[in-house]
């Protein structure tokens, strides 16, 4: 008789539970995964780094992305093919055509540039920006979000299996992952981390590290003005651009190289191919005498 009230008890609970998470939408699978501890399983490099790539795929087929022989590419090539492997991490390119200034890379090695940003930095301040992102590769923050993106889908719409991996993910999942990728939330700590690993990189590589401190303006400036709607998104997950400028000056007068930046020209078109017109030699024949 105990032994029914003990089970009895026992599936009331669940039904109670079943009931007061039922306004988030929970599946069986992920309350198995809650009454596991959905935090303590096992994420590795090489889970974030598939969840990521699958994620970024996803949003690659939903984007304008810049062909080959389009001028945004051929630039973000020159620029950014000779970092092709950074810090051992294998790095791939990308332009998506949309008018938003923003930029993001993930656990896989994906970096994303969207050509608003091409369109208002030029190749030093681009390096900055893309560095920063780069960054967070590097320290394993894009790992962390991916990871912590994982979790709310796996709570929210029971992808968590009860094992201790990672499970398939469902399209529509998949879909809000990316859209977190793209939003990630970095803590303050995190981004001077980026910031810094950025300046070090531009430094190490011979770049103008004053770049730095002009990309941030930049920002700073178009977050104030008629173009604060094109920026939104990069200025929602990121720190005071202000700020950052402010630091990123800080850290070339501490080196000795702080020099006002001055932009230099900007081109996202195909180059003009010139062709040499070909020259003719006339033959002459002797007259008969």
């Not at 007061?20 to 009454?35: P, R, S």
């Not at 598939?50 to 939903?62: F, I, P, R, T």
């Not at 092709?84 to 998506?96: E, R, S």
């Not at 178009?222 to 000056?249: L, N, T, V, Y």
């Amino acid at each position: 008789m105990r032994k029914n009230f003990v089970i009895m008890t026992l599936v009331l609970a669940s039904f109670s539970f079943t009931k007061m998470t039922a306004q988030i939408n929970f599946g069986e699978k992920a309350i198995g995964a809650v009454q596991k501890g959905v935090a303590g399983f096992t994420f590795s490099n090489a889970d974030a780094a598939k969840l990521s790539k699958e994620a970024v795929d996803k949003l690659d087929a939903e984007h304008e992305i810049a062909g080959p022989t389009d001028g945004y590419t051929l630039r973000l090539n020159r620029v950014f093919g000779k970092h092709a492997t950074t810090d051992g991490v294998t790095l791939n390119y990308k332009v998506y055509k949309i008018k938003e200034v923003n930029a993001f890379a993930t656990a896989d090695g994906s970096v994303r540039v969207y050509s608003g940003l091409m369109d208002i930095m030029d190749d030093n301040e681009l390096i900055a920006v893309i560095g920063h992102e780069i960054g967070h590769v590097i320290n394993n923050d894009s790992r962390d979000a991916i990871r912590a993106a994982y979790q709310k889908e796996a709570l929210m719409d029971g992808a968590a299996s009860q094992s201790a991996t990672i499970a398939t993910v469902t399209d529509s999942q998949l879909g809000k992952i990316g859209s977190a990728i793209i939003d990630s939330k970095y803590s303050r700590k995190q981004e001077s981390e980026a910031d810094l690993f950025a300046y070090n990189f531009m430094k190490k590589n011979g770049y103008n590290v004053n770049a730095e401190e002009s990309a941030f303006r930049i920002l700073a400036k178009m977050s104030e003005g008629a173009e604060a709607s094109f920026i939104d998104q990069m200025m929602s997950s990121h720190p005071d651009s202000k700020k950052r400028a402010d630091d990123a000056k800080a850290r070339a007068e501490k080196d000795g190289a702080y020099k006002l930046y001055v932009q230099q020209k900007i081109v996202n078109t195909v180059p003009a191919t010139t062709t040499k017109k070909a020259t003719t030699t006339k033959k002459t024949t002797k007259k008969k005498k």
